[in-house]
Structure formats: structure tokens, C-alpha cells
């Protein structure tokens, strides 16, 4: 069965952007905005034992308050960021537009679409990450094949790689952890672009773009259709709030 509904797709090309958002952490308090977060996010940032990583999360979700504000003309405190029952992020309100986001170390990356669906991920690469023990444990037969052809010094960058790509899957069908990762297959060539080479769980296709990310990180984006345009834009989290999204980043990427 389709993961989620189709009939409400439409013929209307596809166009996605995303942004690589610095969160600064490095920088002075003084030197940077910061939204006031809403009560579900002050909840979820309890969470969080260090601060560092409250800081981290709070930052990310003003930067997509941020760019949702400016995609759907709506002030940022009335935007309503919830989940569905599959825990997929969306807007309370309907809304034309469609979006994901990751975090990882100290840079956000967030991705808005209309007339499609999309996930996005990010990670920062760890050579010394136990990545055998968990391609194992959660990657197909057939990826696990293709990490083990690399070269030793290039498996981390293939792991990483890989994970990314079936993350963004999972967040553009919005199943979740009921999905298990091992029943669809990614590229693992760090080489090679990104893409979907097979899915046993008879799920819609989806198209795999890898982003142009800082040195030592990986980032994929995935679209349950083929975009008919893909604009990467680089920001700080600073330029982010002081000025409009649409006309804050320069273009870094596009196809």
C-alpha cells in the first residue's frame, strides 16, 4: 500500500530550495538573534542535558520558523509546528508548502518544497565510527556488499553516505522507525550520486539529490518526484533572522 496519499499529488513541476544554516554557537550570544520558542519547543529542549544541544536545537528550529514564515507569508509566531500521527513534521494550518529539516554538529540544514514531498538529512563523517556494527545491524545485504568493495580509508565516507540517503527516504515517506531500513537498497559509492537503487516495500519511487555540504560532512535530499529545479543557499544563523530568507543566501547550488 502507498505510505501515504497520492491522489493528492499534482502535474505542477516540482521546485525545492534548502539551507545550510550556521547556528554560530562558536560566536557571542550578543552577535546572533534568537526566536522565542514556543512552548512544545521549550519542552523538547528540556530534553536535552547539555546545553550546548538545547542551544543547538532551539537555534535550528528558529532558523526553520524563519524560512517557513517567509515560504508560507505567515508571521513566525503564529506558525504551528506539529507532527502527524507517524511523528512527520508539518504546519497545523494547511499550507502549499511542504518541509523536513536535520541538524547535525553546528549546522542546521532545512528544505522547503512545493507540489512535492521531500526528507532531508545531514551528518558530519566519523572515521572512527563503529560503522561495520551498524551497517550490519540495519543496512541491506546488498549495500553491505558494496561498503565492503571500498577501500578501508573510504568505508566511513560510505557509511555516512548511505545512512544520509535512507534517512531522507524515511522522512520523505514519513514512515518513521516502522520502517525497516534494511528493505530498500541506496548507493553506498561516496563516489557515485545519490539514488534509490531498490525498494522491496513496494513504497512510491523517490529521486535522491546529494547537497554540496562543509568539509567533513554529507547531505542528501530526497523528492517523491523528479525536481524540476534544486536550490542550495548558505547562511548564518545571524543574516538568517536579520534579513529576509528569499533575498539573505547566496546561491551555492543548483540544478
Known amino acids: 500500500m502507498p505510505r501515504y496519499d497520492?491522489?493528492?499529488?499534482?502535474?505542477?513541476?516540482?521546485r525545492a530550495e534548502a539551507w545550510l544554516v550556521d547556528l554560530e554557537l562558536s560566536a557571542p550570544e550578543s552577535q546572533t538573534i534568537d526566536l522565542k520558542p514556543g512552548?512544545?519547543?521549550?519542552?523538547?529542549?528540556?530534553?536535552?542535558r547539555k546545553p550546548l544541544d538545547r542551544r543547538r536545537f532551539l537555534?535550528?528550529?528558529?532558523?526553520?520558523?524563519?524560512?517557513?514564515?517567509d515560504y508560507t507569508g505567515r508571521p513566525v509566531a503564529s506558525l504551528d509546528i506539529r507532527t502527524d500521527e507517524r511523528g512527520r513534521p508539518c504546519l497545523a494550518a494547511p499550507a502549499s508548502v511542504d518541509f523536513n529539516s536535520s541538524r547535525s554538529g553546528n549546522f542546521a540544514l532545512i528544505g522547503a518544497a512545493r507540489n512535492c514531498r521531500i526528507g532531508i538529512d545531514i551528518e558530519r563523517v566519523q572515521p572512527d565510527f563503529p560503522c561495520r556494527d551498524l551497517s550490519e545491524?540495519?543496512?541491506?545485504?546488498?549495500?553491505?556488499?558494496?561498503?565492503?568493495?571500498?577501500?578501508?580509508?573510504?568505508?566511513?565516507?560510505g557509511f555516512f553516505k548511505t545512512w544520509v540517503s535512507?534517512?531522507?527516504?524515511?522522512?520523505?515517506?514519513?514512515?518513521?522507525?516502522?520502517?525497516?531500513?534494511?528493505?530498500?537498497?541506496v548507493?553506498?559509492?561516496?563516489?557515485?550520486?545519490?539514488?534509490?537503487?531498490?525498494?522491496?516495500?513496494?513504497?512510491p519511487p523517490l529521486w535522491l539529490y546529494r547537497l554540496e555540504a562543509p568539509g567533513g560532512y554529507v547531505a542528501v535530499l530526497a523528492a517523491d518526484r523528479p525536481l524540476a529545479s534544486l536550490r542550495l543557499h548558505t547562511t548564518r544563523h545571524s543574516r538568517l533572522h536579520q534579513t529576509a530568507p528569499d533575498v539573505a543566501r547566496p546561491t551555492v547550488q543548483e540544478i
Not at 545491524?137 to 565516507?157: G, H, I, Y
Not at 535512507?166 to 537498497?185: H, Q
Open 6 to 14: 497520492q491522489t493528492s499529488r499534482i502535474s505542477t513541476a516540482c
Open 39 to 48: 512552548l512544545d519547543e521549550q519542552r523538547r529542549a528540556s530534553g536535552y
Open 59 to 69: 537555534r535550528s528550529r528558529g532558523a526553520l520558523r524563519r524560512i517557513l514564515s
Open 137 to 157: 545491524t540495519f543496512f541491506s545485504r546488498n549495500e553491505n556488499t558494496s561498503l565492503d568493495a571500498l577501500p578501508a580509508q573510504r568505508r566511513a565516507d
Open 166 to 185: 535512507k534517512e531522507a527516504c524515511v522522512k520523505a515517506w514519513g514512515m518513521g522507525l516502522s520502517l525497516p531500513l534494511d528493505s530498500f537498497d
Open 187 to 203: 548507493c553506498a559509492d561516496p563516489a557515485a550520486p545519490a539514488a534509490l537503487l531498490a525498494d522491496r516495500s513496494d513504497g
